[in-house]
């Protein structure tokens, strides 16, 4: 049984940092590029950051660009999302995705498995 668990979401001030964790099991993790998805309040989703199954290609929303960071541990089957210089707009639940290819888009059609999701709320 394919399992996505995030972690490491919470409420930080404008300006602070974040890690979130993505611990996947029941599938080959390294074989797969994984994303980061987020669904603010009363919007639809929104694609940050998308990893390759090596981790050597990433891609990442505009507006998070220079602020966060995707990688991944392929020995230990977790996914990241190191966040900083958090906004306001960053406030979100924040999913990861597998892919249902070693390189991942920003289409949700190519992805198969998503986690249960971790709030991030930025507020001072």
């Known amino acids: 049984e394919v399992q996505l668990v995030e972690s490491g979401g919470g409420l930080v001030q404008p300006g602070g940092s974040l890690r979130l964790s993505c611990v996947a099991s029941?599938?080959?993790?390294?074989?797969?590029?994984m994303s980061w998805v987020r669904q603010a309040p009363g919007k639809g989703l929104e694609w940050v950051a998308v990893?390759?199954?090596?981790?050597?290609?990433?891609s990442y929303l505009d507006s998070v660009k220079g602020r966060f960071t995707i990688s991944r541990d392929n020995a230990k089957n977790t996914l990241y999302l190191q966040m900083s210089s958090l906004k306001p707009e960053d406030t979100a639940v924040y999913y990861c995705?597998?892919?249902?290819?070693?390189?991942?888009?920003?289409?949700?059609?190519?992805?198969?498995?998503w986690g249960q999701g971790t709030q991030v709320t930025v507020s001072s």
């Open positions: 995705a597998k892919s249902i290819y070693y390189s991942g888009t920003y289409s949700s059609n190519e992805y198969d498995y």
């Open positions: 990893i390759n199954s090596g981790g050597g290609s990433t």
């Open positions: 029941g599938f080959t993790f390294s074989s797969f590029a």
